[in-house]
């Protein structure tokens, strides 16, 4: 069953430390990406990666870090330099430069700050 | 980057067909329409994408505009699960998708 995995659904952090999302995929896909999601609001781009060790800033980079060491994964940290970390953290994969084929999404990581 | 527009909210009626409509005056010639929707708590999903012409797939149609300066998603009958966020992208070779807001739309049995 080919698909995008998250892990963990829901995450609690205390303030200062880091913490890495799981996002593993087995579509074969080049690209991936992480979004941020507040309450209300749409998707912002944290990273993308659009082939192996390789990766790029999106528009909201600032206190988050990824590594592509592997096509299948593309784990994000968010680390204490991140002011307001808690939100919805989605990955997303799909074919590298296809305007033509959709993104599959994952279930998304809910990360709250205590 | 391109950009797109779209009603905040919209509300329809169980089994009535929904006409959710974009704007995307911006658009370049190679920029493909997507559409995904996403419903609470859950990641996106996608609905549709076209070019220049109208497209149908078994979750809805998409209906884009001769100058490809606007296009809508039509719902052909609504239900429940069909409440969501929608939303409109163009998809820009080499780049990541670009999420706006989206429209909410409620449905009312």
Redesign the interface.
Known sequence: DGGITQSPKYLFRKEGQNVTLSCEQNLNHDAMYWYRQDPGQGLRLIYYSQIVNDFQKGDIAEGYSVSREKKESFPLTVTSAQKNPTAFYLCASSIRDSMNTEAFFGQGTRLTVV | DAKTTQPNSMESNEEEPVHLPCNHSTISG???I?W?RQLP??????VI?G?TSNVNNRMASLAIAEDRKSSTLILHRATLRDAAVY?CIL????Y???????TSLLVTP
């Open positions: 190679t920029d493909y997507h995904y708590s859950q990641g996106p999903e996608y994408h070019l939303y998809r820009e070779s080499g990541a998708l670009n999420f706006g807001k989206g």
